[in-house]
């Protein structure tokens, strides 16, 4: 399963003042899309199907070894059947940002919308079943558990859990006024989510319980988050920073990065863990110090990541840019498709 979360409607490009609620936060990455340059990728070839627009602002990637699907605003899916070489088009939320996609155990996928709708799809994306979700609180980050549940999570730290396919829900909120940003199952027991000012939580029972297990440093905002085990975790955002705990986020330490553009995925595959950003970053951990992969120089932000069969990287961000990258020792320079 992937979990690459973030935010995402669609802010103003000029803000009159800096950007201090934890919504707005959330939503920065769109808040920068919108102040984006032109793409000028001279030379990169063009996706003969004309499946990506340069309207595109993509926001999160999800595949099974049958398809790979990505998701992006107003309610944009795209789905491939081959590893990433070619795309299809649909748009199954007219109007609404698609702001998180996961793949399920049984091969399914669920999407979140940004208008509070889980969308659920059991034939490789083809068509998708809506379900509004019963709460009034803004949902940002969706995940499907091992056993098949389906979860939301976002503000006032309310977790939603379906375990019939959105029949019915339960709902639990962690008595914070905070937004969890982040909900990633590790396996049928652990699960972690993380938000506003640096919490993070845990579940050692599928679900049904969660505690307060850490905070990082300064409140540290996350945008994005990866746990390996229980115990090992990675969390990044604003300012190029990414923490590392090794005892369930009891302590954090700062891994070495190589720039200061925010951090807004991460992904672990065979060939090592990746992170995306801003500015068409692409990081690989070496060690205790993250290096920057070759991308084109693109203003424009990464968001969604994937591997293909073959651990290829698939990254999509802002602008229709949409990548492939050969992660493999010795590897081949990247491809990268954007149309129009």
């Not at 081959?82 to 007219?94: C, E, F, L, N």
């Not at 049984?106 to 709460?135: K, Q, V, Y």
């Not at 639990?172 to 699960?191: C, G, K, V, W």
């Amino acid at each position: 399963m992937n979990h690459n979360k973030q935010s995402h409607g669609l802010l103003p490009c000029v803000l009159s003042r800096p950007v201090r609620s934890a919504l707005g936060m959330f939503l920065l990455p769109i808040v920068l899309a919108g102040c984006e340059a032109e793409l000028n990728l001279a030379g990169v070839a063009a996706e003969g199907s004309k499946s990506s627009h340069r309207t595109d602002y993509y926001q999160a990637l999800a595949s099974v070894p049958q398809a790979t699907l990505l998701a992006g605003n107003n309610g944009v899916l795209l789905t491939s059947l081959d590893q990433g070489q070619s795309w299809t088009r649909q748009v199954i939320a007219k109007g609404a940002s698609l702001i998180d996609l996961d793949a399920c155990a049984d091969g399914s996928f669920i999407a979140l919308s940004f208008d509070n709708r889980l969308w659920h799809s059991a034939d490789l994306g083809l068509s998708w079943r809506e379900h509004a979700l019963p709460t009034e609180e803004q949902m940002l980050t969706a995940a499907c558990a091992p056993d098949g549940a389906w979860w939301v999570a976002g503000g006032l730290t309310t977790l939603l859990g379906s375990h019939d396919q959105g029949g019915d829900w339960t709902h639990t909120s962690l008595d914070e006024d905070a937004m969890l940003t982040n909900l990633q199952f590790i396996d049928r027991d652990h699960a972690v989510a993380v938000g506003e000012f640096g919490m993070l939580f845990a579940s050692q029972d599928g679900g049904a319980n969660w505690q307060l297990a850490g905070t990082l440093p300064d409140e540290f905002y996350p945008h994005a988050s990866y746990f390996r085990s229980p115990e090992e975790g990675w969390v990044g955002g604003l300012n190029g920073f990414i923490y590392h705990t090794t005892d369930a986020g009891q302590s954090w330490q700062r891994q070495s990065t190589p720039s200061s553009a925010p951090i807004f995925g991460f992904l672990a595959s065979d060939n090592g863990l990746f992170a995306v950003g801003d500015h068409s970053s692409v990081l690989q951990l070496a060690g205790e110090q993250w290096q920057t992969l070759p991308t084109p120089d693109a203003p424009v932000y990464l968001r969604a990541i994937t591997a293909d069969s073959a651990q290829r990287l698939i990254v999509a961000g802002g602008r229709g840019l949409l990548l492939t990258l050969d992660t493999a020792p010795r590897a081949t320079p990247s491809v990268a498709t954007t149309t129009d």
